[in-house]
């Protein structure tokens, strides 16, 4: 039982490249959620999926695209990554409604 | 809008000392949970507590204890007999009603140092 999962580890892009951080969680969660870490700052949502086939904006959703594959997958897509998009990605999920949510280990993006 | 509120940034104690870890919250909801996540040097980011805004009792899990006051609106964070272990950044989170489902709040998080 591996948890959340995310891939890459860690990430250099130059400005206005593309690219996918991949989440997959094996617990059979319904909500799935991508997160921000910027130093000083906590956490900020990026968006989430309440359910399978569900998005939602959070409250920092500008540059940023997801999909929720199937239950298990959801990721989040950088159309043309900015320097201000450098960041720790966090994917979490959690069974339902105000159930605890489990992060995965983290995703390093430095944007160049 | 709900907010939480971590207003150390960060604490230095030595090895031994009890410290406590300031939150503060503000929501309009009647129903709602608080939470503690601990961000230690590696990075992830690990529960430590869930409670709900119907129990006001406190809860100690060993040298970790929490004190929820309502009349506050507070949730602060006791660890008796700091070890170097515990050095590590903690979160506050507030779950959030928005459009019919729950999101969580963070606060900006307190780094505690323990040094030997």
């Known amino acids: 039982n591996a948890g959340v999962t995310q891939t890459p580890k860690f990430q250099v892009l130059k400005t206005g490249q593309s690219m996918t951080l991949q989440c997959a969680q094996d617990m059979n969660h319904n909500s799935m959620y991508w997160y921000r870490q910027d130093p000083g700052m906590g956490l900020r949502l990026i968006y989430y999926s309440a359910s399978e086939g569900t998005t939602d904006k959070g409250e920092v959703p500008n540059g940023y695209n997801v999909s929720r594959l199937n239950k298990r997958e959801f990721s989040l897509r950088l159309e043309s990554a900015a320097p201000s998009q450098t960041s720790v990605y966090f994917c979490?999920?959690?069974?339902?409604?105000?159930?605890?949510?489990?992060f995965g280990p983290g995703t390093r993006l430095l944007v160049l | 809008a709900q907010k939480v509120t971590q207003a150390q940034t960060e604490i230095s104690v030595v090895e031994k000392e009890d410290v406590t870890l300031d939150c503060v919250y503000e929501t309009r909801d009647t129903t709602y949970y608080l939470f503690w996540y601990k961000q230690p040097p590696s990075g992830e980011l690990v529960f430590l507590i869930r409670r709900n805004s119907f129990d006001e009792q406190n809860e100690i899990s060993g040298r970790y204890s929490w004190n929820f006051q309502k009349s506050t609106s507070s949730f602060n964070f006791t660890i008796t007999a700091s070890q170097v272990v515990d050095s590590a950044v903690y979160f506050c989170a507030l779950s959030e009603w928005n459009s019919g489902y729950s999101t969580l709040t963070f606060g900006k998080g307190t780094m505690l140092l323990v040094s030997p």
């Open positions: 979490a999920s959690r069974r339902g409604s105000q159930e605890t949510q489990y």
